[in-house]
């Protein structure tokens, strides 16, 4: 079976937890936020990511008639039930922990938070108390923000034996609750407004790393080799670099000179990154080099905690394990000789590496065209086989129709490509675990 982390590239970001021990400390919980090396070390089994959220209840899956009204658009207002003058929504078992709180409308209505069955609420704020910066411990401003609308929070929330979570009248609309349950017997602490110095601390730590974007310094173990290389490349050519032994490679950064913009465009399209791990028969990382640092088209200067791009060139934090050996080509696809200045770090594994996964990215694009006519209109961008986690995905859309929408006012005068709500099928789910409310949403913007 394969063992592997998935980095798609329509391509892909998300940190879930991982477990290493059966007791999780709150500071342990906060640190999951940053830590990459934790998101490689391969899920337990009763480990399981999944998602609440406002979609709309329209769409179902029935045994006789198969998909039902799955096109349903109204993505507002869904919940699970009504008690008494609330709505109940979100309800999940524990061990567990909440990473994600998103919302495109949240309002002054309150959201209270039932945590291992307690009659108190842990929480109780008008929703938009979860994003407005004014009451900690969410006022951390890298982990709690406002991106083209949308309102995300990233304050872990856990619980031990339950979460159910109820909204009052005037809480707004739309929400995602994306959370992590663990395995049976783990241990978690129950969240509390009332945070100790050690836990605040923690936030104000995460909320440091994930403010440097990835440029932050980290502890490197002994031994770790800093290689450095530059090549130029012929068209139809290929650079290759191989590795032996047991190592991670923490670090990767690429410098390229263009022309002028258009050059730019080209190159990054037609220089072909390919890496093989291990005996591994076919390449785990296959994808145009611009695609892979999450950008395109040409260079789009950005910065987050995997990837980057600036005006040093081009960054990658995922640490990416293998236990024997690796491969790394670079191939020239395009009419021109292009030279590339390489950067990487490579340290040895520290734990056995049975237990961590291969990082794996994939890049394809394509038309609309829905694989499985019977789930219309859904576009599939993944599928895997195996023990491993989902990590991410980077979207670039191409709008052939373009141009302006006048007879649809909510589009602002412009074909809108935003509505098609994320779905994960894990493990053979005939209904997904997560259901989504928008593309845009889950990139944690709204309307934008």
């Known amino acids: ?58 769409s179902v899956y029935d045994p006789e008639q198969g998909y039902v009204k799955w096109w349903a658009n109204g993505d507002g207002n869904g919940f699970i039930r009504k008690e008494g003058d609330t709505l109940v929504l979100a309800e999940m078992e524990g061990p567990g922990v909440i990473w994600r709180i998103w919302s495109a409308m949240p309002q002054e209505g309150h959201v209270r938070f039932y945590l291992d069955g307690a009659e108190t609420p842990a929480i109780d704020l008008p929703f938009i108390g979860l994003f407005d910066r004014k009451h900690p411990p969410f006022d951390r401003p890298a982990l709690v923000y406002m991106a083209a609308r949308g309102q995300n929070c990233y304050v872990p929330i856990p619980y031990q034996k339950s979460c159910k979570i109820v909204a009052t009248e005037g809480w707004g ?10 395995p049976k017997g783990t241990r978690v602490p129950t969240f509390g407004m009332s945070l100790s110095a050690e836990e605040k601390a923690a936030l104000d730590e995460a909320n440091t790393v994930l403010t440097g974007g990835g440029l932050w310094s980290r502890d490197l173990a002994p031994g770790t080799l800093r290689p450095e290389e530059t090549v130029t490349i012929q068209p139809g050519d290929r650079f290759v670099a191989e590795m032996e032994g047991s190592w991670a490679v923490v670090g990767f950064g690429v410098k390229m000179p263009f022309e002028d913009r258009e050059d730019q465009i080209q190159a990054l399209r037609q220089i072909v990154l390919q890496v093989t791990w291990d005996d591994e028969p076919q390449p785990a990382i296959w994808s145009p080099l611009g695609d892979f640092f999450g950008t395109a088209p040409g260079v789009n200067p950005y910065r987050s905690l995997p990837l980057g791009m600036t005006e040093d060139g081009f960054y990658c934090n995922w640490y990416m394990p293998f236990s024997t050996r690796t491969r790394w ?9 292009r030279t590339l200045e390489l950067t990487s770090v490579i340290e040895p594994l520290s734990e056995s590496p049975d237990r961590l996964g291969r990082f794996h990215a994939k890049w394809h694009r394509g038309a609309f065209l829905p694989a499985d006519k019977a789930r219309w209109p859904d576009w599939t961008i993944l599928k895997t086989a195996g023990r491993g986690r989902f ?8 709008n052939p129709r373009g141009g302006q929408c006048s007879e649809v006012a909510w589009c602002h005068g412009h074909y809108w490509w935003g509505e098609g709500d994320e779905k ?8 997904p675990s997560t259901f989504g409310t928008g593309t845009e949403d889950y990139f944690g913007y709204a309307w934008g």
Not at 45 to 50: N, Q, S
Not at 391 to 398: E, R, T
Not at 424 to 431: A, I, L, Q, W
Request: charged share 20%; proline share 4%; hydrophobic share 45%.
């Open 173 to 182: 609309r739309y929400f995602h609750f994306t959370y992590t349950t663990f």
């Open 424 to 431: 994960f099928f894990v493990d053979g789910e005939t209904f």
């Open 1 to 58: 079976m394969k063992r592997q982390m998935v980095w798609g590239l329509v391509g892909l970001l998300l940190f879930t937890s991982v477990l290493q021990a059966a007791e999780l400390t709150y500071v342990d919980l906060v640190q999951r936020l940053y830590d990459l090396r934790a998101v490689a070390r391969l899920p337990e089994p009763g480990e399981a990511c999944a998602q609440w959220s406002s979609y709309d209840r329209a």
């Open 329 to 337: 080509e670079f191939i020239n696809e395009g009419p021109k000789p």
């Open 391 to 398: 990590c991410g995905v980077g979207l670039h859309v191409w």
